[in-house]
C-alpha cells in the first residue's frame, strides 16, 4: 500500500487493521502562510490544560505581568505551568467556560492586555544541547509549560525521561495529522521545518534514542520535502523522515508506532515498554523555542477551516485567546456556518458558543456548514452488520460493545476491551444505523472509572474498618492480659513479702521509714524544708507585706459573685 | 454565536440501512427476472402480495407498540424479507399462506423479538418453514420451468389461481404442478433408480433443474454484485458453498449413482439465494470474521445432510435456522485478536 509520493523512502512500512480513507479537505487552509493573529483585549487563560495537576495561580487580581511570566506553577511531577502570553493586568482568578466537551467551566486567570506585548526577562538560551546536564533540559522544558501538542497535553517533561527499565531505542515523531481539515502540522513543518528538526534533536538528546522516525502521511508532499531537507541540514543521523500512507487514524500514537515499527504498543501500556518514545511535530517545536530561545509555551498554529469561516487559514494564536477574536480574524462566519468545533471532523467536539478559549492543546476550529456535517438523524437499532468491526483500528467488536455499554453491563464491556478503544470516531462514521457509538463508550469509561473509584473508596473504608476492629480487640485484649498480670502478681505478694501478716500495713511501715531516712539526710546537709510552719523571718515579712497590700487594694466586702469571678480569673 | 451541541464524528455518513437493504432488493432484481420468466407471473404476484402485508404488518404492530412508523418501515428491511419469502414458495401458493407466512415472519419472528436488530432468527426462513411444516402439499407444488411446460398460466389465470383457488377450465393441480428437480431426485433416489437414469429426464440441464440452474446464475451474479458493492463479505458465502461443494463432491466420488455430482447442489433449490441473501443477513448471522467462516461452513454441511439424509428436499432455511441458533455461541467464541493483546 505505498501511494506514489515525490520522495522515494526504502523504509519498511507496516499496516493496522481497519481505517478509513477519507475526503481529507485539506487544500482549504494551506492555501496562505501562517499569520499572526492579533493580541486580544482579553486573554483567558485555563489553569489546567494539561493532564494531571491543576496548576497553582501565582498571580492575584491587580497583579501586573509581562509576556512569558509563569502565573502559575505546576504542582506535582505530573503537571505544567502556565504562562502570560502577553503583558497586561490580572483582572481575575475566576470560573470560566473551558473548551471541553462537558461545557463546564473551570479556575481561568483572566489578563485585561496592555498592547504593549513586552516580554518578561527570558531564561538563557541554551546554545549547546550536548554540553548540558540533562536534568537542566528537562527542568527547562517543564518551565516552558510544555504539553503534547497532538492533543492530549502530556506534560513532555515527563516523556522525556529516558525508560528505567527499557531503554528506548526509537524517537518517534508524529507528523502525520491524519485527521481530514487540520493542516496546522502540515504548515509548522512546511514553514518552520528547522525548528522542529532542531527540537527533534533536543528530544532524542532526552530520551537517549538511538534513531528516530518522522512520520508524515504522503497528503503532504511540502511538509516531507521541508523536513528530508532540514534533518539533511541540521545533520541529524539515523534519523529518517518516513513517507506513510493517508489512512485515517495513523496518527495515532499506537497506529502509528505500528506502521512505522511493526510493534504493538502493548494493551494499556505506553509505548516506552517497546523502547519508544513518540512525540508530535509541534512538541518538538516548542521544545527547540524553550531550550534554543528560553520562550515558555504562549502560543500554536491552529487551523481554521470549514465552508463556515469565510477564509479558511492557519494562525498562530496566543493560548488563551478567545475563539471569537481568531473567527474575526479570519474574516468571520460565512451563511452557511452550522457548528463550531474544536478539533477535527472525526475526533473534535462542538463548543456551545466561541466565548470559550483556545489552549495549549487545541489545533483546529472546524465551522462546518450545513453540508458538510448533515445531521444523520436519529439512530437506528444496530443490525449487526459489522462495518464498525470491519474499520475499527484496534480490531475491537463495537457492536458487542455498544450491546453491552448500552444495558450497562460494565463488565462485559470491558471483558471486551473497551479499554483499547482509541475513540477515533471510524465506527460511528460508517455505521448505516448512525449509532454515536463512540459516545456509548466514552460513557462506559466514564461509568467504569467511577465503579472503580467508588470501588475502591468502600474498600479503603473496609481496611480503615477492619483495622479499627482489630485495634479495639488488641486493646481490649491487652487490657485483660495487664489486669490478669496484676491479679496473679497480688495474688502472690503475701508468699513472697513472708513475714509480715497484713501487706498494706508493711507498705506504710515501709513509706514512713523511707521518708523518715529522708529528713535525717536533709538534716545531716543542713538543708531545712521551706514550708509556712518554719518561716524565716525574711518570708514571714514579705508575707505580711503582701496582706497588707491586698487589704489596702480592696474595698471593704466584694460581693461574692464578683470573688467568685477574681478566682476564676487567678485559677486561670 | 450560539452552535448545537453535536457528538462526533462531523462527518457525512456513508451508509445507512435504507441504502443497505435497497442494494439487496436491487441485486435480487436479475434473479427475480429469471424465475418470474421461468415460473410465471406467480411469481410476482407472491413478491407483490408478500411486501404488501410485511409493509403493513411492520406499521401495524409498530403502532401496537407505540414505536415511530415511519424511520422503521422506511429502512425497507421488511420488504427484503417480504421479498425473499416470496421467492423461496411455490409460484402458486393460495393467497392466505402467503399473508400466513409474511404475518408470521414480521409479527412473530421480527417484532416480538423487538424489531429490527433483535431478531435472533432469519424472518423470512422462519415464515417459510412455518408453512413447509404445516402445509407441506401446497408448499411443494411448483410447476415446471417454462420450456417444459405445456399449461403457462395468464396473467388472469394465475391470479384467479392464488386468490380463488379454481385453475382454470380442464386442467388439475396435477397437471400443471411438478415437484422441484431437487424432490424429484431425492424421490427417486429412494425408490433406489440410478442416478444415470433419472438425469434421463427432461427435468435436466446442465447443472441442476432445467430453468433453476439459470435463476441460481441469476442470483449469484446478484451476490456478486453486494460483494463488489460491500454490503456483504465473501466469508459466509465462500465458506457455505466451498464447503457444500466439497462434501458433494467427495460423496459423488465414493459413488456416483446414489450421490448426485457437486454442482447439482449449487445450482438446485435455493442454495445461491440462499448463500448470498439469506445466511448472510446480519442480524441473524456471525459478526466476527473466523465466526462468519465457520457458520457459513456449518451451513453447508448441515445443507447437504438434509438434503441426502433428513426429511425435507431442500434444506437451505433448516441449516440457516439451525445455525440462527449458533451464531452468538460461535462469536464469543471467535474474537479478534485486539490490538495490542497477545496472540
Known amino acids: 500500500m505505498h501511494y506514489p509520493s515525490t520522495h522515494k523512502t526504502t523504509h519498511r512500512l507496516h499496516r493496522f487493521h481497519g481505517g478509513l480513507h477519507l475526503p481529507d479537505n485539506k487544500a482549504q487552509s494551506t492555501g496562505r502562510p501562517v499569520r499572526q493573529a492579533l493580541v486580544p483585549e482579553l486573554l483567558i487563560l485555563p489553569l489546567q490544560q494539561h493532564i494531571g495537576a491543576i496548576a497553582k495561580p501565582l498571580v492575584s487580581a491587580g497583579d501586573h505581568v509581562l509576556k512569558g511570566q509563569m502565573i502559575a506553577a505546576p504542582q506535582g511531577l505530573i503537571s505544567a505551568p502556565v504562562h502570560a502570553a502577553s503583558s497586561g493586568v490580572v483582572v481575575g482568578i475566576e470560573d470560566r467556560p473551558i473548551p471541553h466537551p462537558s461545557g463546564l467551566s473551570a479556575p481561568c486567570i483572566l489578563i485585561r492586555t496592555d498592547g504593549e506585548d513586552r516580554w518578561c526577562e527570558l531564561p538563557e538560551p541554551i546554545g549547546d544541547v550536548n554540553a548540558i546536564n540533562p536534568d537542566t533540559l528537562r527542568a527547562r522544558i517543564r518551565d516552558a509549560g510544555i504539553v503534547g501538542m497532538g492533543g492530549a497535553a502530556f506534560p513532555t517533561s515527563v516523556k522525556v525521561n529516558p525508560g528505567r527499565e527499557q531503554p528506548i531505542d526509537t524517537l518517534v515523531i508524529n507528523g502525520a495529522e491524519c485527521e481530514p481539515y487540520i493542516t496546522c502540522d502540515d504548515m509548522l513543518m512546511r514553514e518552520r521545518a528547522g525548528r522542529v528538526v532542531a527540537g527533534v534533536a533536543v528530544l532524542r538528546q532526552l530520551v537517549e534514542a538511538e534513531k528516530c522516525l518522522i512520520g508524515i502521511e504522503d497528503n503532504k508532499p511540502d511538509a516531507i520535502a521541508a523536513m528530508t531537507q532540514a534533518v539533511k541540514d541540521i545533520g541529524l543521523d539515523q534519523t529518517t523522515v518516513v513517507t506513510i500512507p493517508t489512512h485515517y487514524p495513523s496518527g495515532g500514537e499506537k497506529q502509528l508506532i505500528k506502521v512505522l515499527t511493526g510493534l504493538e504498543v502493548p494493551s494499556e501500556g505506553i509505548p516506552a515498554r517497546i523502547g519508544i518514545v513518540c512525540h508530535n511535530v509541534g512538541t518538538a517545536a516548542a521544545v527547540a523555542d524553550a531550550v534554543l530561545e528560553g520562550k515558555p509555551l504562549i502560543s500554536r498554529l491552529l487551523t481554521l477551516t470549514g465552508q463556515g469561516i469565510a477564509e479558511p487559514c492557519n494562525l498562530e494564536v496566543l493560548v488563551g485567546t478567545p475563539v471569537s477574536e481568531l473567527i474575526r480574524r479570519a474574516g468571520g462566519y460565512t451563511n452557511a456556518a452550522s457548528r463550531l468545533i474544536l478539533g477535527g471532523p472525526m475526533m473534535g467536539f462542538t463548543l456551545p458558543d466561541d466565548q470559550v478559549p483556545v489552549t495549549k492543546a487545541s489545533n483546529c476550529l472546524l465551522v462546518a456548514g450545513v453540508g458538510e456535517a448533515p445531521d444523520p438523524g436519529p439512530a437506528a437499532p444496530c443490525i449487526r452488520c459489522g462495518e464498525c468491526a470491519k474499520v475499527c483500528p484496534a480490531n475491537l467488536l463495537p457492536q458487542q460493545m455498544y450491546w453491552y455499554a448500552r444495558a450497562k453491563d460494565l463488565e462485559k464491556v470491558q471483558e471486551y476491551n473497551l479499554f483499547d478503544c482509541i475513540e477515533c470516531g471510524c465506527c460511528s462514521h460508517v455505521c448505516p444505523s448512525h449509532i454515536p457509538l463512540v459516545q456509548y463508550y466514552r460513557y462506559a469509561k466514564q461509568e467504569s472509572w467511577a465503579l472503580d473509584l467508588e470501588k475502591h473508596k468502600s474498600e479503603h473504608a473496609r481496611h480503615r474498618h477492619e483495622a479499627r476492629q482489630e485495634r479495639l480487640a488488641r486493646l481490649e485484649a491487652e487490657k485483660k492480659a495487664r489486669l490478669k498480670k496484676k491479679k496473679a502478681a497480688l495474688k502472690k505478694k503475701p508468699t513472697a513479702a513472708g513475714t509480715s501478716a497484713d501487706p498494706k500495713k508493711a507498705a506504710i511501715d515501709a513509706a514512713l521509714k523511707r521518708a523518715a531516712e529522708k529528713k535525717a539526710q536533709l538534716a545531716e546537709k543542713g538543708v531545712k524544708p521551706e514550708n509556712t510552719q518554719q518561716l524565716t523571718e525574711a518570708q514571714q515579712r514579705q508575707v505580711d507585706a503582701a496582706d497588707a497590700r491586698r487589704k489596702a487594694a480592696r474595698p471593704a466586702e466584694p460581693p461574692a459573685d464578683a470573688a467568685a469571678v477574681e478566682t476564676e480569673q487567678q485559677d486561670g | ?343
Not at chain 2, 443497505?20 to 418470474?36: D, R, Y
Not at chain 2, 424511520?71 to 393467497?95: E, K, R
Not at chain 2, 416480538?112 to 432468527?121: A, E, K, Q, S
Open chain 2, 1 to 343: 454565536m450560539r452552535f448545537p451541541t453535536v457528538t462526533s464524528p462531523h462527518t457525512e455518513r456513508p451508509n445507512s440501512v435504507t441504502w443497505t437493504m435497497l442494494w439487496v432488493i436491487i441485486a435480487l432484481v436479475p434473479g427475480s427476472i429469471a424465475m418470474i420468466w421461468y415460473f410465471g407471473w406467480g411469481i410476482l404476484i407472491n413478491m407483490l402480495l408478500a411486501s404488501l402485508v410485511a409493509v403493513a404488518g411492520e406499521a401495524a404492530v409498530l403502532k401496537l407498540r407505540s414505536r415511530p412508523v415511519m424511520p422503521a418501515v422506511g429502512d425497507l428491511s421488511a420488504v427484503v424479507t417480504a421479498l425473499l419469502f416470496a421467492l423461496a414458495v411455490p409460484p402458486l401458493l393460495p393467497w392466505w399462506l402467503t399473508v400466513l407466512g409474511v404475518g408470521f415472519a414480521i409479527i412473530v419472528v421480527k417484532h416480538m423479538y423487538g424489531g429490527i436488530g433483535y431478531n435472533p432468527f432469519n424472518p423470512a426462513m422462519a415464515g417459510y418453514v412455518l408453512l413447509l411444516i404445516s402445509y407441506p402439499v401446497e408448499m411443494t407444488a411448483w410447476l415446471p420451468p417454462r420450456m417444459i411446460n405445456e399449461q403457462v398460466l395468464g396473467l388472469g389465470q394465475t391470479l384467479s389461481v392464488i386468490f380463488t383457488g379454481t385453475l382454470p377450465a380442464g386442467l388439475d393441480w396435477d397437471a400443471i404442478t411438478m415437484a422441484t428437480p431437487l424432490d424429484t431426485m431425492r424421490t427417486q433416489l429412494d425408490l433406489n433408480i440410478m442416478i444415470s437414469e433419472i438425469r434421463l429426464s427432461p427435468l435436466w440441464g446442465d447443472f441442476g433443474g432445467m430453468g433453476w440452474e439459470w435463476v441460481g446464475n441469476w442470483f449469484l451474479l446478484g451476490g456478486l454484485f453486494l460483494l463488489y458493492k460491500r454490503v456483504i463479505s465473501w466469508h459466509i458465502p465462500v465458506a457455505m458453498l466451498v464447503v457444500l461443494l466439497s462434501i458433494a463432491m467427495l460423496f459423488h466420488a465414493l459413488d456416483q449413482e446414489t450421490h448426485p455430482f457437486g454442482l447439482f447442489h449449487i445450482f438446485s433449490g435455493g442454495t445461491l439465494l440462499g448463500a448470498f441473501f439469506i445466511a448472510t443477513d446480519p442480524v441473524s448471522a456471525c459478526t466476527t470474521r473466523k465466526g462468519q467462516l465457520i457458520y457459513g461452513a456449518c451451513i453447508g454441511v448441515l445443507i447437504f445432510v438434509i438434503r441426502t439424509w433428513g426429511g425435507y428436499p431442500d434444506a437451505v432455511a433448516f441449516a440457516v435456522l439451525l445455525m440462527n441458533m449458533a451464531a452468538p455461541t460461535i462469536d464469543y467464541y471467535t474474537q479478534p485478536r485486539v490490538f495490542g493483546h497477545g496472540p
